[in-house]
């Protein structure tokens, strides 16, 4: 079969696409989305969340190619840790024994061949404790206590950034809306959306450049640029329910092309709407002073079940 744009051998349908044309197709298609939801500001420092898996590496390389030259005096106060360096990678260790540690070696190759600073948070800076010892433990999900963990452990390595970039893809944030339709959790549809969170409610604003992109497409842009070596999947994977809605989801789009696509834009226009009502008001956790949506966040919650946490309600500095 030949490429849809000239005549040579194409290696992805959807439209059929050779190697060249189908890779500035999917950069022009991050370019595109970074441009039309303002994910990048034009001063500032970016960070990346890295897992070392195929979504985080690719949202990594392109805006360390397209930003990370642009070495200026930025003076956000993080100049002695990070000199003058714009683009900056974050990888958080859960503690999955014969996981992460491959992971991790992957974002470093990934990083020191680009010259791109990585800081590494762990588990156990925030808890005391890895994720796997924490599950054995305690009668908790691992997947509830890993993303709350982890997001808490990336807002405060990025303070003082103007946003921190992760690698969700549109399979991801369609997978998202559905679970949290279906489990009437429409509070969360705050964190959804290629850009959430403000400075002035105590975030570092949360951009997503992979927004509409397709996972296949992501996975087969990692594979051509030759940086993903495997593809694993967390062990604790196949225990969550968005592994049953992402089944679902994908049986569903193999007869009805391009649903997630649609289902991402309609959900933007509904959040709009949403915002403009006064939705998902913001308000200082009693106990850390992080911001929660009922004054009581679930990483406190969460530290205090596994004997981490403080008791006084004292906040932290």
């Known amino acids: 079969m030949r490429c849809a744009q000239c005549e040579s051998t ?16 999917f950069e022009e298609c991050v370019r595109r989305t970074i441009e039309e939801h ?9 960070a990346v969340a890295v897992s070392g898996g195929k979504d985080s590496l690719v949202v990594l390389t392109l805006l360390h190619k397209w930003f990370g030259k642009e070495r200026i005096g930025i003076g956000d106060g993080l100049d002695s840790v990070f000199g003058d360096d714009r683009v900056v990678a974050i990888a958080i260790d859960e503690g999955i024994d014969g996981y992460r540690d491959r992971t991790l070696d992957e974002a470093r190759r990934v990083c020191a061949e680009n010259n791109i600073t990585l800081i590494v948070r ?69 964190r959804l959306g290629p850009s959430t969170g403000t400075h002035d409610a105590g975030f570092t604003r949360r951009v997503k450049p992979l927004y509409f992109c397709p996972e296949r497409e992501v996975m087969a842009y990692a594979y051509m640029k030759g940086f993903a070596r495997g593809f694993e999947e967390c062990p604790y994977a196949g225990q969550s329910y968005r592994q049953i809605v992402r089944d679902a989801l994908n049986s569903y789009a193999q007869s009805h092309h391009g649903v997630r696509d649609r289902l991402l834009r309609r959900f933007l226009v509904a959040k709009s709407a949403l915002s403009r009502g006064g939705a998902g008001a913001v308000i200082p956790c009693r106990t850390c002073g992080e911001p929660s949506s009922s004054g009581a966040c679930k990483t406190c919650a969460i530290l205090r079940v596994i004997g981490a946490g403080s008791d006084d309600g004292e906040k932290r500095a």
């Open 38 to 46: 303002d994910l990048i500001p034009s001063d500032g420092r970016i």
């Open 122 to 190: 762990s588990f156990e800076d925030l808890a005391g404790q890895r994720l796997d010892a924490i599950i054995k433990r305690k009668d908790a999900h691992p997947c509830s206590v890993c993303g709350t963990l982890r997001r808490r452990l990336l807002a405060d390595a990025s303070k003082g950034f103007a946003v921190i970039a992760t690698g969700h893809n549109a399979d991801d944030e369609s997978q998202a809306i559905l679970m949290n339709l279906i489990r009437g959790n429409t509070e969360l549809f705050a």
């Open 10 to 25: 194409a290696v992805i349908d959807g439209p059929l696409r050779c190697e060249k044309h189908f890779l500035e197709g």
